[in-house]
């Protein structure tokens, strides 16, 4: 929280939680970011100042104008407090897909996309994250876990290392 809390004001407004949200892997449209401000936020204690205010009329006039009515208006300018925060992103984190998870971690080891993760991949993502394995306790992993025995973990492989 303190990390996106670039103003320190101990709430997060628009802009903060579109960054969290992005940084946590969450790609969300804009109506539904508002959305979530309006049914979470509560009304900025110093009201709309400053940028913010600017931002909050040009979204007012923008969405007044009827491009769609769907869209909420905030106003006045609508901020979530810690405990709102963290219950929206705890229950977005709790609803992901784990197969999704476990699929775009499998990415990150496979470099190139060969569909399957070599004992170089292995290697590779060992030195990034700083882990001093030996070759043998590299090679160990691929024989554990390679169960067609092409010397190579594959999706369905990496998926049932994952998910037991």
């Known amino acids: 929280f303190t990390l996106f809390d670039l103003d320190k004001d101990n709430h997060i407004d628009y802009h903060e939680f579109k960054v969290a949200l992005k940084a946590l892997g969450f790609d969300l449209p804009k109506p539904e970011i508002l959305s979530l ?16 205010q600017a931002q909050q009329q040009q979204q007012h006039h923008h969405h007044a104008s009827g491009t769609n009515p769907n869209i909420p ?17 705890a229950a ?59 010397g190579a973990i594959s999706r369905k492989e990496f998926m049932d290392i994952c998910l037991g």
């Open 73 to 89: 208006t905030p106003a006045p300018r609508l901020l979530l407090p810690y405990q709102q925060f963290q219950s929206i992103l």
């Open 37 to 52: 401000l309006q049914t979470h936020g509560v009304p900025s204690p110093r009201g709309a100042q400053g940028q913010g």
């Open 92 to 150: 977005k984190i709790l609803a992901r897909d784990p197969t999704d998870e476990i699929l775009r971690a499998f990415e990150l080891f496979d470099e190139g996309q060969k569909g399957k993760i070599t004992l170089a991949d292995l290697r590779r993502v060992a030195s990034e994250l700083g882990e001093g394995l030996e070759e043998e306790e590299l090679r160990a992993m691929i024989e554990e876990f390679d169960m067609d025995g092409d």
